[in-house]
């Protein structure tokens, strides 16, 4: 089973800047895909980011400029870097990773979400 572990959201004043991190565990073998979702009250969730191994970073026109994504390999995990907040951005973030477990088997996992709340 892979398990992920989400940190860093948080209420934020509108200009302001959060930093979320990402930590999967368990019996993976390889990560091809970490990126991060986010769903407002009432919306469906949505694709913020994604960063493919190998690959650039895709990211959302709505928060092109504003946010980064990275990962650190060696620790399987990935950040999101969210600068210059808009009370629009206010919704539960959630990581996503997909790859191959220990056994090979293909995995999906979702982290269990964070809050990110941006006040005016």
């Known amino acids: 089973q892979v398990r992920l572990v989400e940190s860093g959201g948080g209420l934020v004043q509108a200009g302001g800047s959060l930093r979320l991190s990402c930590t999967a565990s368990?019996?993976?073998?390889?990560?091809?895909?970490m990126g991060w979702y986010r769903q407002a009250p009432g919306e469906q969730r949505e694709l913020v980011t994604l960063?493919?191994?190998?690959?650039?970073?895709n990211y959302a026109d709505s928060v092109k400029g504003r946010f980064t994504i990275s990962r650190d390999n060696a620790k399987n995990t990935v950040y999101l870097q969210m600068n210059s907040l808009k009370p629009e951005d206010t919704a539960v973030y959630y990581c996503?990773?997909?790859?191959?477990?220990?056994?090979?088997?293909?995995?999906?996992?979702w982290g269990q979400g964070t809050q990110v709340t941006v006040s005016s």
């Open positions: 368990g019996s993976i073998f390889s990560i091809n895909a």
């Open positions: 996503n990773t997909r790859g191959l477990r220990s056994d090979y088997s293909p995995f999906t996992s």
């Open positions: 960063i493919i191994s190998g690959g650039r970073p």
